[in-house]
């Protein structure tokens, strides 16, 4: 069982909705990862929360906004998406954003836009 | 630009066998080595890293690194059909840098 839990597992949505998707981590970890994933390609990277602060935000466009309430969470607000986001959105946290800081992934969240 | 390389596969191997996944990366410089297992439609899972050059044994997986050649690799013995999958290996440069994936190498393991 993965120690970062992800809700909810599946979300499909419309392009005018607006939603959520959740992340908690309970191993005192302090970076938080949220990374986008296409079927048959690797993860890609979104957003980097080290010590509660956003350190890396790698040109996502503006329709998704993270936020992250405390160590433990990570938020990602989703709004005015298109049909092309469709994608495993996939949580990860590791110790720190040191070079020996392994990252561990949340199951994901399934993500279909219609 | 950081560059990760791994064959797509699919790597068939029978039942029993050792099966060897390689993986090159472009960056002299990396520092960090890690293979992700996932299975189809899951999330990655993390089964080994490596930092230093030489060999790292947990169980049935060996992890080798060879830093004057720019590789790593992967070798699973008594090759399961459970572990088909697809095996992702990712390297870090440094602190404070993103880890670069590679595209993963397709695993299948024939019973």
Redesign the interface.
């Known amino acids: 069982d ?1 120690e970062v839990t992800q809700t909810p597992k599946h979300l499909v949505m419309g392009m005018t909705n607006k939603k959520s998707l959740k992340c908690e981590q309970h191993m005192g970890h302090r970076a938080m990862y949220w990374y986008k994933q296409k079927a048959k ?3 890609e ?1 979104m957003f ?1 929360y ?1 010590y509660e602060k956003l ?2 935000n ?1 040109s996502v466009p503006s329709r998704f906004s993270p936020e992250c309430p405390n160590s433990s969470l990570l938020n990602l607000h989703l709004h005015a998406l298109q049909p092309e986001d469709s994608a ?1 959105y ?1 949580c990860a946290s590791s110790q720190g ?4 800081s ?7 969240t ?1 993500l279909t836009v219609t | 630009q950081k560059e990760v390389e791994q064959n797509s596969g699919p790597l068939s191997v029978p039942e029993g066998a050792i099966a060897s996944l390689n993986c090159t990366y472009s960056d002299r410089g990396s520092q960090s080595f890690f293979w992700y297992r996932q299975y189809s439609g899951k999330s990655p899972e993390l089964i080994m890293f490596i930092y230093s050059n030489g060999d790292k044994e947990d169980g049935r997986f060996t992890a080798q690194l060879n830093k004057a050649s720019q590789y790593v690799s992967l070798l699973i013995r008594d090759s399961q059909p459970s572990d088909s999958a697809t095996y992702l290996c990712a390297v870090k440069v440094g602190g404070n840098t993103p880890l670069v994936f590679g595209k993963g190498t397709r695993l299948s393991v024939i019973a």
Do not use: D
Not at chain 1, 97 to 100: D, Q, R
Not at chain 1, 102 to 108: A, D, E, K, S
């Open positions: 993965t390609k690797p993860p990277l980097v080290s350190s890396i790698e495993l996939l954003t040191g070079v020996y392994p990252l561990h992934f949340g199951n994901g399934r």
